[in-house]
T-cell receptor
Framework: GQSLEQPSEVTAVEGAIVQINCTYQTSGFYGLSWYQQHDGGAPTFLSYNGLDGLEETGRFSSFLSRSDSYGYLLLQELQMKDSASYFCAIIGWGKFQFGAGTQVVVTP | DVKVTQSSRYLVKRTGEKVFLECVQDMDHENMFWYRQDPGLGLRLIYFSYDVKMKEKGDIPEGYSVSREKKERFSLILESASTNQTSMYLC??????????????FGEGSWLTVV
């Protein structure tokens, strides 16, 4: 089976850096993805790690370590519009398994 | 852009009713999914399909069934709605293949209330 754990909520001020950790237990998978969801909206793709290491996309970076069963999403230069829920997801054999999500609250 | 369209945004149904949630994608994706989203529980997979007329159970299939008669359309059916099925339902699709299959595209969601 698969399970993913991530913190339920993180609060930070504008301009700060936030790291959202995701630990998982799985018997095998292709990669780890991150999705963003604003209130009332659909989750949208942010990043994907198929290999260990860091992937950078603008202000967002994502990291995966298969040996540690761990990944994270790094949000830099936080903006008010980054207030949203962030989900890590395991991709394996046609299935996408999601964590419970982390609510990021950005304050002025 | 990939578009996943769910036919109903908000529905209110009575206990015991049969409910159909329809989903259509326009990108010729092989894989389609139905999730339900509840506070604190994230997105839980109900069923998925990797081809026409094919279906696989997800983590919480009880009380649900699905139909995929055409590649672009994936329907979720609540045979006899119950109050504990009040939730937001998200349809999604993804292509097959290394690289392309790493991304899943969601519809806007259907908010179902069972009274």
């Amino acid at each position: 089976g698969q399970s993913l754990e991530q913190p339920s909520e993180v609060t930070a001020v504008e301009g700060a850096i936030v790291q959202i950790n995701c630990t998982y237990q799985t018997s095998g998978f292709y990669g780890l993805s991150w999705y963003q969801q604003h209130d009332g909206g659909a989750p949208t793709f942010l990043s994907y790690n198929g290999l260990d290491g860091l992937e950078e996309t603008g202000r967002f970076s994502s990291f995966l370590s298969r040996s540690d069963s761990y990944g994270y999403l790094l949000l830099q230069e936080l903006q008010m519009k980054d207030s949203a829920s962030y989900f890590c997801a395991i991709i394996g054999w046609g299935k996408f398994q999601f964590g419970a999500g982390t609510q990021v609250v950005v304050t002025p | 852009d990939v578009k996943v369209t769910q036919s109903s945004r908000y529905l209110v149904k009575r206990t015991g009713e049969k409910v159909f949630l329809e989903c259509v994608q326009d990108m010729d994706h092989e894989n389609m999914f139905w999730y339900r989203q509840d506070p604190g529980l994230g997105l839980r997979l109900i069923y998925f399909s990797y081809d026409v007329k094919m279906k696989e159970k997800g983590d919480i299939p009880e009380g649900y069934s699905v139909s995929r008669e055409k590649k672009e359309r994936f329907s979720l059916i609540l045979e006899s709605a119950s109050t504990n099925q009040t939730s937001m339902y998200l349809c999604a699709s993804s292509p097959t293949g290394t690289g392309a299959g790493n991304t899943i595209y969601f519809g806007e969601g259907s908010w179902l209330t069972v009274v």
